[in-house]
């Protein structure tokens, strides 16, 4: 009862930061987005000198932490009084909520950036390139060699599977609902002793393809400065490459899943494990964007942001046509090759909607995320 009661503790508490990291990371975006964009917007580097430019930041900033603790005490409140399963529900809304309010936001003030885009006559000079001559020496993303360590923890979930069958109970927990009571068993066999291992390959997946994608996507470079944005961009990428692989490894939700599989540990202990691994990899990420910021961005900061706005009536943005961003963050250009290419707004990559690989792709990677679990809920 003890170990119970200190597992749903845990886990709720751990809980509480998956919207909190979320409010982080939101209210960080404009700070940590790319300095040749600004909501989804291209823009001069010094644009971000321009004094309203400031102000949208900040207010976006303000609004989206303001709303994101207020969504967080209601949160709280409703599980002191209606209890824990009420609780649970309402924190993953305002994870939900959160998003919407932060996008809803950001196309409130995309509108803005474009008036004073075009006030101050920026113009987006999508045709200037960059060849990057010393790309030798360049920072690139990990090998694809390195995901073989992915099954390091698959082979020793199924060894302490196997080597502790005897021991194992004659009903196995699967599942627990909100209020920690479990509402799911299955029965001992041979093919339950699969269903953490296969878990840990679905992640295994999961981070190998995102990985990949980072090591094929279009690099930003801008031709003002075309080595010193790329070499920026190359740790960014390596960085993160680093960070999925880590996250991929380190979260062994397969050996916590099964010790409850064979009896050595509660499922509710397990839950609280994963939620945790969950949020440690979410503070990783936030560390790794406001140190290296979109595209290694920050990496420079102190020589872009020495860079003004003020002079020209006309002044050149070279990050690319805001035709093809559709609302700022939905990239769609047939014209374009590239597949995966660095997002406008916050930290990562995004697709080239346009590319029908990409489709096809996505109706792979759904059926296999949904299919797998489903198989392994049949064993």
Same mark, same amino acid.
């Given at each position: 009862m /003890? !170990? +119970?009661t200190i597992a749903s503790a845990v886990f709720f508490g751990v809980l509480i930061f998956l919207p909190l990291f979320e409010l982080v990371s939101l209210a960080a975006m404009p700070w940590i987005t790319d300095r040749r964009e600004c909501f989804g917007v291209s823009v001069p580097i010094g644009a971000h000198d321009d004094p309203h430019v400031?102000?949208?930041?900040?207010?976006f900033s303000l609004a989206v932490g303001f709303f994101g603790v207020a969504c967080l005490a209601v949160s709280l409140l409703l599980s002191q009084i209606h209890g824990r399963a009420i609780g649970f529900w309402a924190l993953i809304a305002t994870v939900f909520v959160q998003l919407i309010v932060g996008f809803a936001l950001q196309q409130a003030f995309r509108h803005k950036i474009m008036a004073i885009k075009a006030s101050n006559h920026w113009v987006v000079d999508s045709e200037r390139h960059a060849a990057i001559l010393a790309d030798r020496n360049t920072p690139k993303p990990i090998s694809a060699a390195w995901n073989l360590l992915y099954l390091v923890p698959i082979l020793v979930a199924l060894v302490m599977g196997y080597a502790n069958y005897a021991a194992m109970p004659a009903r196995v927990a699967l599942h627990e609902n909100a209020a920690g009571v479990v509402d799911g068993w299955a029965s001992k066999s041979h093919g339950l002793l699969w269903t953490a291992p296969g878990l840990? @390959? @679905? @992640? =295994?997946v999961i981070f190998t393809v995102a990985q990949l994608l980072i090591a094929v996507s279009k690099r930003p470079v801008d031709p003002d400065r075309p080595a010193e944005t790329s070499y920026a961009y190359g740790l960014f990428a390596r960085a993160w490459s680093i960070y999925m692989l880590s996250c991929g490894v380190v979260s062994a939700l397969g050996l916590t899943l099964q010790a409850s599989v064979i009896g050595a540990a509660r499922l509710d202990m397990v839950g609280a494990a994963a939620l945790a691994a969950t949020a440690a990899a979410l503070a990783g990420a936030i560390v790794l964007a406001l140190f290296y910021g979109q595209n290694g961005s920050r990496v420079f900061r102190r020589s872009? #942001? =020495?860079? &003004?706005? &003020?002079? *020209?009536? +006309? #002044?050149? %943005? &070279? +990050?690319? !046509? !805001?035709?093809?961003?559709?609302?700022?963050?939905?990239?769609?250009?047939?014209?374009d &090759? %590239? %597949? /995966?290419? *660095?997002k406008r707004f916050g930290v990562g990559w995004t697709f080239n909607f346009a590319r029908p690989v /990409?489709?096809? %792709?996505s109706l792979a990677f759904a059926l296999v995320v949904i299919g797998v679990p489903v198989l392994l809920a049949l064993q």
């Open positions: /003890i !170990d +119970s400031g102000r949208y930041k900040m207010t840990q @390959l @679905l @992640l =295994a872009q #942001s =020495a860079r &003004s706005v &003020s002079a *020209p009536e +006309s #002044s050149t %943005a &070279s +990050s690319g !046509d !805001d035709r093809f961003w559709k609302l700022g963050v939905f990239y769609v250009n047939r014209n &090759s %590239a %597949a /995966i290419v *660095p /990409i489709w096809l %792709a």
